[in-house]
């Protein structure tokens, strides 16, 4: 069964160091997005991917956070310089271009900043 | 703004018997809900979703039930097994809009 693959799971950074997360969506998926969730709470959307394209970044924090999905098929979140608040998990998920509102998502890299 | 919540923060449930988790969302404009599992340390795991033109879907020992009358939804979990132990969360998104807004969730705990 094809799965959302992301990676570090973990990543421990001291503040003000910078971060990156790596996704690589289910083959096919066209749309792409980061979530961001902190203990005990649901998922926020940071960033939304169409192909190449990102279609709504309102909630990514753009002084310190990039994305990028350059060809259209895997995608960077970066984080720089990271900040206490910062740690939280780190999740990507993917949907496919069939118009399913369905996301898939991946495990996730846990990010904790000393 | 907008919000989707969840009745009960935790829940207990004996092995064998049913579950059911509830959600109340207030966007009248929903018109797709998902349930979600998630385990310790792992991302959510797609369980079931519906559409807001039906008020019932199931799967495999899993029920979704949706009221758009008083904007609430619930997952039913049958005979419940100790792997169904996990945080589970709502979501919601409106036509036209695919940003999903999930709920603080419900973590079940299934006692042997």
């Known amino acids: 069964e094809a799965e959302v693959a992301q990676s570090p799971r973990y990543k421990i950074t001291e503040k003000s160091q910078a971060v990156a997360f790596w996704c690589d969506p289910i083959?096919?998926?066209?749309?792409l997005y980061w979530y961001r969730q902190i203990l005990g709470q649901g998922p926020e959307l940071l960033v939304q991917?169409?192909?190449?394209?990102?279609?709504?970044d309102s909630q990514l924090p753009k002084d310190r956070f990039s994305a990028e999905r350059l060809k259209g098929v895997d995608s960077t979140l970066k984080i720089q310089p990271a900040e206490l608040g910062d740690s939280a998990m780190y999740l990507c998920?993917?949907?496919?271009?069939?118009?399913?509102?369905?996301?898939?998502f991946g495990p996730g890299t846990r990010l904790t900043v000393l | 703004g907008e919000s989707v919540g969840l009745h009960l923060p935790t829940l207990s449930v004996q092995e064998g018997d049913n579950s059911i988790i509830n959600c109340a969302y207030s966007?009248?404009?929903?018109?797709?809900f998902i349930w979600y599992k998630q385990e310790s340390g792992k991302g959510p795991q797609f369980i079931i979703d519906?559409?807001?033109?039906?008020d019932k879907r199931q799967g495999q020992r899993v029920t979704v039930l949706l009221n758009k009358t008083v904007k609430h939804l619930s997952l039913q979990i049958a005979a419940t097994q100790p792997g169904d132990s996990a945080v589970y969360f709502c979501?919601?998104?409106?036509?036209?809009?695919?940003?999903?807004?999930f709920g603080t969730g419900t973590r079940l705990t299934i006692i042997p």
């Open positions: 966007n009248s404009a929903s018109d797709y």
């Open positions: 519906i559409r807001s033109n039906m």
């Open positions: 979501a919601e998104k409106t036509l036209g809009n695919e940003k999903l807004t």
């Open positions: 991917f169409q192909d190449e394209s990102v279609v709504d």
């Open positions: 083959s096919g998926h066209a749309t």
């Open positions: 998920a993917s949907s496919p271009r069939d118009g399913t509102d369905t996301q898939y």
